[in-house]
């Protein structure tokens, strides 16, 4: 089974839709779940909290603008006929909305939503969280895609990679 495949023709609506769904999963398990077992696992072990002053405002407000990113990046990519799941990818190059700034918010957000969360729930295991979510995915899953996007997009792709920045949003959207 090959990892990458293209979205089956959908409606845009169809496409939010598959993607705000998984979502909804990807969130329970990554900004519920997992927090949840690392910090009952810590207090079984009596191990404190890690309560930054402030943390509880700065997460609430991290996970809060993360979380809107993440949908309008959904938005963004059902109008490219697809959705950010590699087996369910758009046949479109998006290159619209949060796409113009940074190329992969969705990455941007979902490192951001963790360390949102960590905040909220100061566990000392979930702060490891964010940097290992962003390595993970900037040395496995990112080299992959960009063959991928590459391989579909050809040339314009490989416009917008050399002129959209990967993790720091640029000064100035793609395409102004």
Known sequence: MRLYRVARPASPARHLA???????????????ALPAVLRT??????????????????GSVLLL????LGIRCAVAMAGGEGTPVPFDAAAR???TGPYRWVRNPMAVSGCTQALGVALLVGSPSYYLVPPAGALLWHVVIRP???RF???????AYAAY????PLWVPARLPWGR
């Open 161 to 164: 990679r050399d002129a959209v």
């Open 65 to 68: 603008a993360a979380s809107a």
């Open 93 to 95: 190059l998006v290159v």
């Open 149 to 155: 996007l590459l391989q579909r997009f050809g040339s």
């Open 41 to 58: 696992a810590e207090r079984w072990l009596g191990v404190p909290t890690w309560a930054l002053p402030g943390g509880r405002v700065v």
């Open 144 to 146: 992959s895609e960009e």
């Open 18 to 32: 598959k993607t705000l769904g998984w979502m909804v999963v990807v969130w329970t398990l990554a900004l519920l």
